[in-house]
């Protein structure tokens, strides 16, 4: 049983350019967290999405960041026009329901330089 | 917003007991304490969780004081493999809200030889 798959582990991206940040759950699990951590900080929480809905996203910021779970597939966090504050620790958990806790991935490092 | 308070860092040496205070004063009736801890920037793993009631597992144990004010993580013997940023976290229930954990900054433990 495959844990939280998070690819790519590391994505390199230059100033202006899109980052795509895919995320397949562990199998059995419809909820889908996107959490962001920065150098030296802890993980804050971005967006919270059940399959072809979101449910919160009252950590994404306004602009350039979006988040989907289609019905197929994994989900993806997407970053348009990436900037230098946008490198950081991107990391996705799940769970099979809201009452369960979490099960982490290993994270995507995006470096935009 | 994290609702936990926790010391930056702390120090054990290898084979001893290491004991992580939180407070939490703050807590409500209905929301439980979660301990996860990161290892050299991985995903986040899950140690223990519990309500009121001191729990145990292979891991760890967890002691809730009475009032629920604070708690405290015990690894009973612990390792080097144990060096971590640990993260003591209330959850935020409610029915619109999702599963989303607020992590703080944590406390760095380090397992001295």
């Known amino acids: 049983n495959a844990g939280v798959m998070q690819n790519p582990r590391h994505l390199v991206r230059r100033r202006g350019q899109e980052a795509r940040l895919r995320c397949s759950p562990m199998?059995?699990?419809?909820?889908v967290y996107w959490y962001r951590q920065l150098p030296e900080e802890g993980l804050k929480f971005m967006v919270y999405?059940?399959?072809?809905?979101?449910?919160?996203e009252s950590g994404m910021p306004k602009e350039r960041f979006s988040a989907e779970f289609p019905k197929e597939g994994p989900s993806i966090l997407r970053i348009q026009q990436v900037v230098r504050g946008d490198s950081a620790a991107y990391f996705c958990?799940?769970?099979?329901?809201?009452?369960?806790?979490?099960?982490f991935g290993s994270g995507t490092r995006l470096t935009v330089v | 917003d994290a609702k936990t308070t926790q010391p930056p860092s702390m120090d054990c040496a290898e084979g001893r007991a290491a004991n992580l205070p939180c407070n939490h004063s703050t807590i409500s009736g209905n929301e439980y304490v979660y301990w996860y801890r990161q290892i050299h920037s991985q995903g986040p793993q899950y140690i223990i969780h519990?309500?009121?009631n001191n729990e145990t597992n292979e891991m760890a144990s967890l002691i809730i004081t009475e009032d629920r004010k604070s708690s405290t993580l015990i690894l009973p013997h612990a390792t080097l493999r144990d060096t971590a940023v640990y993260y003591c976290?209330?959850?935020?229930?409610?029915?619109?809200?999702?599963?989303?954990?607020?992590f703080g900054t944590g406390t760095s433990l380090t397992v001295i030889p």
């Open positions: 519990g309500l009121k």
């Open positions: 199998k059995g699990h419809s909820h």
């Open positions: 999405l059940q399959k072809e809905n979101i449910i919160d």
């Open positions: 958990a799940s769970s099979p329901s809201t009452g369960d806790g979490y099960t």
């Open positions: 976290i209330v959850r935020v229930a409610g029915l619109n809200t999702g599963n989303q954990f607020y």
